[in-house]
């Protein structure tokens, strides 16, 4: 199940520094593609940065009537990001979060990538592929607006967020027997 | 509705059904046979020789078009004895997993391993002029390859490999160990050296190199490659709608047994068949059509990915017992759960 993780986050990564190499954030003093998987951060009460994804693993379940020799797992995936614009106003945070959604609908595409052991360097290829579903863009919600006197979805506030879902499948791991 | 407690140990309770093949010597009609008195409960990932696995199945349906035919006798023409017809038994199934023996069966016919083409080859569906076969050197088994030093730069690790000897302008059943094809005349298949490695079973995948050899990760169903075979990179497979040559195997299916009691159905002869049964369900039947052979099946994964199966059916052919001279297509057996009570 790692490989699967690890290859879904690799790939995300190498498709961002290829379509937006600009787009990086300083965690820890590095300075980083801004696609960060949460759960192999150190665990410090920290905010979450803005204009960067944040990749956090939900559920798996087995696919219904896909058993082979081995089956065919489901594992949800949430893809959360946020943005206060570019300029202190905030005026240009609707189009910088559009920015941060077509970035995104265009690193999920192809929607596969081979299964990789990336424990080892060079990484091994481990013979099959993950795949998932395209992206399923949440609505859009603010914060930080003043209360009682905000909009429906709060996006006059100067935060704005978007989650996006997505299931990502794969064989637990190579079989050639 | 019965209310009448089930002795559970006599419910024979599964969820999927495995496949396994045997290849049948086809010159002398010889079929692999199950004996269940002699493999018994056999662990289901490590069937006997020569069984095949050939993985997990989905919407296995057996069909029994075999008529009983009353004798009617007396004033009343009541029954009086009964005969049984034609014998007519068919199966159908997904393989769920596709390789060269599963799209084989489904298929039917000849089934093409694309060799890998020369690069000034004319296009052909089925594979063209192919890169010169390597020659196998003795000391090969059936897991590992010896080629010589240099002759094993051709292949890579992972490469698909078609094992065979030459086509020397025979004709018969040609593949070493199991009969892929059927040649009449060799201008049919234009005295082509590279035939039977265009047909044969006997394929592996490259595990590893040594300097010498190629270390498979599979052993080769045919077993240890003849003297004078040669090896060729194979690409893809191919099966083709027509062609003359039927495949036979013999055929083992296990329903799991998931609450001790196993039940096996044995086929010692199967021919494949796209002759629909007139009792397949209205449903299994494309909309707005006759009833057509479907040669694939979509099983949903998460909408629109769908997972493709290998639609494939079968005719049951038959076989002599030799326990009673009698002529039977297949045989249905169970293995009681332990302590189950006998009836």
Redesign the interface.
Known sequence: MQFAKDSFYMTLLQRLVALNPQRTVTLNGTTRPAIIVAENELVVPIVPLADAFYIEWGAVEAVARQTGRRMILAMECVISYHTFGTVESGVDRGRTLASLDMELLSICQPFWTPKQDYSQAPSVDLGTRIWWTAPSLGKVSGSEAARNEGLPRGSEGVRLERSANLKVFFFPEEDLQ | MSTSPLRAAMVPVT??IRGYFAPIDRVSGTPTLFDPGKYGIFSL?EPPAPWIDL??I?NFQRFCGTATEPVRAGVRGAPQAQFRGALDVRLEFDF??WGKLQMALAGGSEHMNVLASDINANPQPSGGTPIFAAAVLPGSTASEIVLGVGAVDGFSAGDIVAVDADYQQQTGYVGSGIAAAYVSDPADVNRDVNYIRRVTFNLG?V?QKTVTSLVL??PLLGGAPLSQAGVQKVIAFVDREGGTFFQEWSALFVAEDEAGGRVCFHYPRLSPTTTLQASVPLNQVSAGSSKVFQREEE????KP?M?VALHAAFQAMPHIDENDGQTVVCYRSYFPAAAAALY
Request: hydrophobic share 45%; no cysteine; proline share 0%.
């Open positions: 969820r999927r990932d993985g997990w989905d769920r997993e995948r595990a990760a599979q099983v949903e994964i998460a990915i997972a």
